[in-house]
Every structure is written in C-alpha cells, then in structure tokens.
C-alpha cells in the first residue's frame, strides 16, 4: 500500500493534522494509521475536557501560539459542526499570602499572550462566583471552556474520511525504515509505503522515533492523573471550573474542579508515575516500560530532584483523606463521602537526559518523517493549531521530495 503521507496515531493531534492536510491538497493520498479499534482512545479521549485559555504558557512559545490559534479555530469548528460546547470561565485562586506572587506572574503572562478580560478579584468576589471557594485573591479567565474532546475527534475523523482521507485500525506499527524516497512502515498487517511519515502517536510517539533516531535525546514518561467525581447531590458546591496556583516546577496544573459538559464535576488529577505507558489503574503494570522509566538517566535527576513531591502525590493517589485534604485547600465544605472514584488519564510527559521535563510542544523533522514528542495539555485545545503548523511543514517536505 503506498500513500503520499501517513499519520501514526489517530488522537486528536493526528487527526487534526490529517484533516488540515487534506483540506489543503486534497489530491493528497493520506492514511491515518491506529492500533487501536477507534479513534480517541488514549490521551484524547481521557482527559478533563476543558477548552484552555493560553493563560498559563510562556509568551512566544509553541504552547502559547498554538493553544490561542487553536482555541479560535475549535470554537469555530464546534459552531460549524453543531458540537456542544459553553464557554463557561473559570477562576485561578491563591489559598495563601505566598502564592501571589505566582499568581501575578500568571495574570501577566495572560496579558501578554494577549488574553482580554482578564481580572483579579479578592476573597468576597471569589465567593459571589463560586460560594463555597477559599481564596485570598483570584483571575477571573472568562475565555475558558469545555467539550467533549471524543465527540470532537469523531468529528475530525468524519470530515477527513469524507474528504477521501483513509483510517486503518486495529494496525500497530512494528517498525519504520527510511528510503531515499520516504519510509517503509510495518504493521501488523501489511507494509505501508510512504513519501512522508508523521508521528503522532502520543505515549508511545519516542519508540516510533527511535525506529530511525536510535539516539533519541528524550523518552516518554508516562504520568496518570487521577480523578474523583463528586456525588451528584454534592454537585451544587462548585458552579464551573476553580483551579489553583499551580507549582511553577511542575507542567501540572495542581487538584483543580471541572465542570464537564454532561454536568458532572470532576476533582483531581493528581500526577503520579503509572507503571505503564497505558496504565489508567494502580493494578496495570508493564516491567519492561517501568523499568525504562526508572532507569531513564532523565528522570532519575528528576526523580532526586522532586522526591519529595513525588510521593506526596503517591500517598494522594493511596489515600483518599490525603486526596481530600488537597482539595479541601480550594473548597473547605468537600467532605471524604462527597467523592466516588472517577477516571484516570495517562500524559506523555517528554523528558530529556539532563532530568528536564519538557515544558512546551516539541516537533522534530528529518528528511520524510516529522515525529511529534511532546504534545501535552493544551494539545486537544490547540489541535487544530498544531494540525496547521505540521501540515504546512508536510507539505514544504513534499514539495522538495
């Protein structure tokens, strides 16, 4: 089977890519290739649903760039389409007297990625928004939203296919060889060839790499985030999203509350190592993928750097009073019996040799292949952000090809 591009992974950034694409060069022949049976089935389709801001991300970065780009164009895609969203706000609340300095430094990064109607309130404000909130002092984010990024994925999966774009699933790549004319890929059910290889596959996007970049300078970490729903009789307790400050360290945003659009509301994630790169439970653990974590000379740095956070968020994911503590800093009133066991997602964290975790969108070319390593949060935001930018490098590489 020969195409002119082929996309490993049909997450919402594959996709995304597929479909910008194909909308600008429709005579292209681009195949979309998942191991899974559907599309959105790991990052995608677990995560907490919200539309972000770009309030977070330092000016200039690809994170800032592509999360304001995307946010625009997945507003007008869901309004073309008939996706439900709400534009719902949120608020970034300091619990102490210490965290003000940080919270100003968000504030200002906002103002300089451009964000409009930002604005901090004070302790009784932060109670006429959200009642049973603590803080000392908050931003009011009314950009921020939230979707259902499945629903979403389906629907960029609809219009490539529709506009002659071809998905293969239940096909798992098991190797990739260059040639002077693009890359021959192995699947498990046949040998695709193609002009250009784009790898977007996510938590397992490094070993794609390193079919043709042994060397690879970063490995995937995987990191779960766990999350508690709140009992729906409890639900009135938070009215729409309320995160914290979150530790300027870490590419985390901290426990936070999120309204989903089917009207439950989530508490959480924490942000403990999960024992395998597709481990949403406790109980799933691969020796060999743990065992590259550990021994991963990145994260060892990492790992004496932070312990101590490290398994403070370990004990979290253990205990469910210590899980409660945690959130009782945002909301004093939420009780233990409040919370029943919610979801989990699984992040691709890139870490680097020096004990880096990497922090912005990380995309690196060679002649045929444009490998995608570092796609976190806001990536289902700036998908369609990020689908552009890899499109048009696709592209400039075809056209020399």
């Keep these: 089977m020969s195409y002119d591009i082929a996309i490993v992974g049909a997450g919402i950034v594959g996709l995304a890519t597929a479909l910008k694409t194909k909308e600008k060069n429709p005579n292209l022949k681009v195949v979309v290739i998942e191991k899974e049976s559907r599309v959105a089935a790991h990052q995608t389709g677990n995560n907490s649903g919200v539309i972000h801001s770009g309030i977070y991300y330092k000016p200039g970065s690809l994170k800032a760039k592509n999360c304001i780009e995307g946010y625009n164009m997945l507003i007008d895609f ?11 706000g949120k608020i970034i609340v300091a619990t102490s007297e210490s965290e003000l300095t940080a ?13 409009e109607g930002l604005r901090y309130i004070n302790e009784a404000e932060i109670k006429a928004i959200e009642p049973h909130t603590y803080g000392v002092k908050g931003i009011v984010v009314p950009q921020t939203g939230i979707v259902d990024y499945k629903v979403v994925a389906a629907k960029y999966a609809e219009v490539f296919k529709n506009s002659g774009g071809e998905i293969q699933f239940n096909t798992n790549v098991t190797g990739v060889k260059a040639q002077t004319d693009g890359v021959l890929i192995s699947t498990t059910n046949a040998e695709i060839k193609s002009r250009l290889l784009i790898n977007c596959a996510g938590l397992y996007c ?15 970490i995987p990191f779960r985030g766990e999350y508690y729903s709140i009992k729906k009789e409890k639900r009135s307790l938070v009215k729409n999203l309320i995160y914290p400050v979150p530790d300027p360290n870490f590419p985390f945003l901290g426990v936070h509350f999120t309204r989903r659009v089917d009207g439950e509301i ?31 000379s990145g994260f060892i740095k990492v790992f004496k750097k932070y312990w101590k956070t ?16 945690a959130l009782q800093k ?23 040799k020096d004990g880096g975790l990497i922090d912005d969108f990380y995309i690196r070319e060679l002649p045929g292949q444009i490998h995608v390593l570092n796609a976190p949060s806001p990536a289902a935001t700036s998908s369609l952000a990020i689908g552009n930018t890899i499109s048009d490098l696709a592209l400039k590489q075809l056209n020399k090809i």
């Excluded at 430094?105 to 451009?114: A, D, S, V």
């Excluded at 959480?268 to 991963?296: C, D």
């Excluded at 004990?315 to 899980?323: E, G, L, N, P």
């Excluded at 945002?330 to 680097?352: M, T």
């Design 78 to 88: 869901c309004n073309q389409h008939a996706i439900p969203y709400e534009l719902c």
């Design 103 to 115: 919270l100003d430094n968000i504030y200002n990064r906002g103002i300089e990625n451009g964000l």
């Design 266 to 296: 989530e508490a959480g994630p924490n942000a403990v190592l999960a024992f395998r790169r597709e481990g949403y439970k406790k109980s799933q653990i691969n020796l060999k993928e743990l065992f590259e974590s550990l021994t991963w």
């Design 310 to 325: 490290g398994f403070g968020e370990m004990y979290r994911s253990f205990s469910k009073s210590a899980f409660t503590s």
């Design 330 to 352: 945002l909301l004093p009133e939420i009780q233990k019996s409040d919370l029943e066991p919610g979801g989990a997602g699984v992040r691709a964290q890139a870490c680097d």
């Design 206 to 220: 490094d070993k794609i790499a390193e079919y043709t970049i042994p060397d690879l300078p970063v490995r995937i």
